[in-house]
């Protein structure tokens, strides 16, 4: 019992470490309380209840009783959730987690099923292990636990290393506080414990080496593929460009921003089917914040609040490079940084996102990215579209960031922005036709949209994006609405362009990437010039890759360790199935594996020796080896098969020798699990002349 009292606490502490690997979901601190809260109170049940009579009925029912009371306390009191809430998380919680953006907010709705999970986890390892499981039963309920947190988001880089020592370290205390209760009580599998210790040190040590040497991987989630189940229906946002622009001094919303800002975004659009723009958007609850975009170049912070938004439909102004949102609880497309607006209404709210810093050169030289997420397809351009591309950049122009402004420019000169009441709308490909070779004149309706399939026919990569311009006043107006193009940029990302000249900040306002654009236009060349420009001009110098010998190190580490911890393995598997053997001939393989064990120490034991000849060999036990010399006679002298017994005192014996082989220190301890003479083969004496010299 008093073993059992340190395995318990081992095990629920393998629980607790298990849970601490939903933090890449939930981040960590948020989970700490809750869950060493359930699990403490699993074992103060447990602890009280030992020793008393009927503990084994009363246990589970007082654990979940404590657990659950502790669970709810350290959901409810620091965040004044109401019980309804956290019961209501316990059931629906996993479901709202999946449809968030991870890590997700912590809040009781969805949070409060994972200190469930990890009460069920602790009553199951307790009430195993008091009922005399093995310790890997035991460990079984936290591994679930840490399984299926990984299943949710697994963890990366650092984290991952963090979570899988831990679990290890506390497998391995689980194994080392059960092993004397498992010999004493004589339980085959206790002398597996020092073995399977050393096999998930190694394990852990290769695991951690691995995760160090590799670059982090994108986490993966059991939410990838899946919908939040919701559409949002709304018109056509470009049609609504002509309704806002004739709205006049009407505010749409208020901001104030810590850097400047010339234009906000509101929706996306990334499909076009000749007729109608839409969006491609999958949004899901947003969580406590985005990830950083993958770019080459600096990033800087900026910060926003937005007050008074007074726009019709779901959309709410925001940044494409979006970190947090704070203040509201918005629905969010992870890939663009478009929000919407979720079950509560919204008053105000803060923005933090990225900037780029980067300058005109650097902007310039940069590739166009190939293949990008998000942008447009277009089946067929229009003959007439895209002959006007070739006009504006020149016929061999290749697909490049100059051409793009090059391309902007020839809109922005040669076309006229529509002001007043009398303004066109409509932008399918009849009605860009229309304008593009026709009245000429247009709002950024036709200006984005006209941009967007004369760069797709370039080989230029683009989505058009509906929001307001910013003149760096606190409030934007209806009629600051604006729709742009963004062409895609290796290393950037999405670059916003201006073809009506409609976002109207002066280079002086501008800054990061808004500032290396207007430099680039700029110092434009001429189109002629573009022709024999190469895709991308001088890219940035690539990393240099790792070379043979930096990918082989860690991978060869990881074998040395996997081969050092295979040795006591291959001898228990030795071992196990030469005790499995026939009745007659497992009586011999114990002595067999004792041979085996003393030349592990270095003990030579000639090929023609019987066990009555290593009687008296330094470090043997002389009794054990005349208690194995009896049962191998009385197996190979009776003339039949021994009796179970015979065979089990056989082995005990050969136990206890090896047993007394390593007790004299940590060298014999060291050879007995990891010298590997015992493992070589030897010539041995057949059965017939041990027979006749055993007795």
Known sequence: MSNARWTVPAVLLAVAVAALGWAPTFTLWPLVLPVLGTLVAVLVADQVTVGRPGADAVRPALAIVLGGAALLLSLTLPTGAAPSTVLDGIVNGWQLTLDSTLPARPDVAALAFVPALVLVAGVLA???????????????????????????????????????????????????????????????????????????????????ATAVALPDRPAVSLQDGRSTGGTIHIPDPLDQIATLLADGERVAFRVRSDAPVDRWQVVVLDRFDGTNWSTGARLRHLGTELPEPEVATELTTARADIAAVDLDGPWLPSQSRLRRADDVRPLVDAATGVLARGTEPVDHYSLSWNDLRIDAKDLTTSAIDPAPTGAIEVAAVPVGIADLARQAVGQNTAPTVQAALVLEKWLRDGYQVATGTDIPTGHSTAQLLHFLTGTKRGTSEQFATSYALMARSLGIPVRVVVGFRDDGSTIVHANDVLAWPEIAVDGVGWVPLDPTGGASNSSADRSGLSAATQAAREELPDPSQLATQQPGGTPPAAEEPVGPRGLLVWPAVALLLAAVAAIPVAKRVRRALRRRAPSREAVTNAWRDTRDSMRDQGIHVPPGATVRDTIGTAGTGADDLEDLARCVDLALWTGRDPDPSVVDGAWAAAGAVRRSLSSGGFRPRFRSQFAVDGLRAERVQPAGQLASRTG
């Open 126 to 208: 307790t009430e195993w292990t008091r009922h005399g499981a093995g310790p890997f039963v035991a460990l079984l309920p936290g591994l679930a636990v840490l399984v299926l947190g990984q299943l949710f988001r697994t963890a990366t880089g650092a984290a991952a290393v963090g979570v899988g020592a831990g679990f290890g370290l506390t497998a391995i205390a689980v194994l080392l506080s059960d092993w004397p209760r498992a010999r004493a009580g004589g339980r085959r599998s206790a002398g597996w414990a020092p073995v399977l210790a050393t096999v998930i040190t190694a394990v852990a040590a290769a695991v951690a």
